[in-house]
């Protein structure tokens, strides 16, 4: 019984372990001090979409067990952030708007305040300050997470106008993940081929013309697969799938999540290429499958997805260990499908349809299980934690709004905010 109530509680743990690590931070300020006066040279942020305390338990359960640690979780530092945009219930567009430009801001928006005026992002500062800068993730490389750190668009469904500010504007440096259909135009099928199978409503749909084309004229080398990714010099674009880099319906009907380019072999390639300026960095890795998986209530996609995200993050954290003016945060951008973990029991108080408890998960080197519950599968108001270490990574400890990421990451930077 002992182990059952850990699992009931396991949810909290992390929420707990921000508050006594806040209060500690609280009355010793010569942290925050000591933070100041040195400046991270490389950023790597991580973005579990949708990933909130529960999901990182499970997650962690089923990789490590009860007592093992997930290389996102084994960080000094904690910080719990609160989610809401200028509504309670954020989506990704304004909770990563937040993060990148301290600003709250409407569901849908990308890089633009409630107004609809452009905000400066954390990822424009640092290309002034000559660092070189990188996207990657399994979702569109347009989608809304990515999109809100290097462009500004009303409405984030506006994938073509994303991609070329990209190249033509924010200039990124390392563009990695799906959603090459927005880069052609409709009947211009690219290195995926329109109406697969597998998706038939996938196709080619650009509104600014052969965006490929144009980013090779601007010098990037483009890359469709693994070999080409990693043969790859100078500025890369890598596009490997027409859409997301998995495939998300009803749970039981068809989920995939198998990316032709894993997230930790992207993220290796970013680090590789970004990390040849000897003025720095910054990269945002997102993994969006945490997040999709979840709003079809699907929990063994979830944890496989944000087993991908984990050993990403191993890959930082050793770069970092090699390179300590590197700072490295997990974080999530809300949380998705009011994810629970439960005991293994005959009760599901979810009811029926895909919101049906999930499971039983195997507990890693244990021979104990566990189950998962559901209450929506949509995004939540809840708390999201983020783990913290390298260069900077004291300022980050507390309870504070998403906007806090934004202020915090420039002054770990150096950079000069506007008065």
């Known amino acids: 019984m002992k182990s059952r109530i850990g699992w009931k509680t396991s949810a909290i743990g992390i929420t707990a372990a921000v508050l006594v690590i806040a209060s500690f ?16 040279k490389n950023v790597i942020l991580f973005v579990g979409d949708g990933m909130g305390t529960a999901q990182r338990d499970a997650i962690r359960l089923a990789t490590v067990g009860e007592k093992g640690q997930l290389a996102m979780d084994a960080m000094p530092y904690l910080g719990l ?5 200028t509504t ?13 430009s301290g ?50 668009v009303l409405d984030r469904s506006k994938q073509s106008d994303i991609a070329l500010q990209y190249i033509t504007k924010s200039k990124v440096d390392v563009l990695l993940g799906g959603g090459e259909d927005f880069w052609y135009p409709a009947g211009q099928a690219g290195g995926f081929k329109d109406e697969q199978p597998d ?58 999540y198998n990316p032709v380019v ?23 890795v997102e993994e969006e499958a945490t997040d999709e998986m979840a709003h079809q209530n699907n929990a063994k996609l979830t944890i496989k997805a944000g087993q991908q995200l984990d050993q990403s993050v191993q890959i930082a954290k050793n770069y970092a260990k090699a390179h300590p003016d590197t700072l490295v945060l997990v974080l999530a951008d809300h949380e998705t499908g009011g994810f629970s973990i439960e005991e293994v029991d005959a009760n599901d108080e979810s009811g029926d349809g895909i919101s ?64």
């Open 103 to 152: 600003v709250k801001t409407y569901n849908g928006a990308i890089g633009v305040d409630p107004n609809k005026k452009n905000v400066k992002t954390i990822m424009e500062y640092a290309k002034e300050m000559g660092k070189s800068t990188g996207l990657v993730t399994t979702s569109q490389i347009t989608d809304a997470t990515p999109a809100a750190f290097a462009s500004h």
């Open 356 to 419: 049906k408890e999930d499971g039983p998960f195997a507990i890693a080197n244990s021979k104990l299980n566990f189950v998962v519950d559901w209450t929506t599968s949509g995004h939540t108001a809840v708390d999201v934690p983020v783990t913290v270490t390298g260069t900077g990574a004291e300022l980050f400890s507390g309870v504070y709004e998403n906007t806090g990421i934004f202020t915090r990451l420039a002054q770990a930077m150096g950079v000069k905010l506007p008065k």
């Open 81 to 85: 952030i609160h989610t809401s945009s």
């Open 262 to 284: 894993s997230l930790p072999d992207m993220t290796k390639k970013a680090l590789d290429t970004l990390s040849s300026n000897k003025k720095g960095f910054f990269l945002m």
């Open 199 to 256: 998706d038939p409503s996938e196709k080619s749909k650009g509104t600014q013309g052969n965006l490929v084309d144009k980013a090779k004229s601007l010098g990037y080398t483009y890359v469709k697969n693994k070999a080409d990714m990693v043969k790859a010099k100078g500025k890369v674009l890598g596009l490997f799938a027409n859409e997301e880099m998995f495939q998300q319906r009803p749970e039981g009907e068809g989920d995939i």
């Open 25 to 40: 931070t609280a009355s010793h300020g010569k942290n925050e001090a000591a933070a100041a006066s040195k400046q991270a």
């Open 88 to 100: 309670p219930v954020t989506d990704s567009a304004a909770a990563a708007t937040a993060f990148a």
